[in-house]
């Protein structure tokens, strides 16, 4: 499963996020930084699942 987010993050930031931590703030806040740009969500999909 842990793959399958990794994956997920990858590719559509807010979608791993929300499927980690469902929707809610965080998730709301990664789509927000996906729509200024990839880079800012990518990294923060990746610290939000990962890092934390």
Not at 13 to 27: D, E, I, R, S
């Amino acid at each position: 499963m842990a793959i399958l987010i990794l994956i997920a993050t990858i590719l559509l930031p807010p979608l791993g996020v929300a499927a980690k931590h469902g929707l809610g703030g965080t998730t709301l806040l990664n789509l927000v930084l996906t729509l200024l740009g990839f880079i800012p969500g990518l990294i923060h999909g990746l610290y939000v699942n990962y890092a934390r």
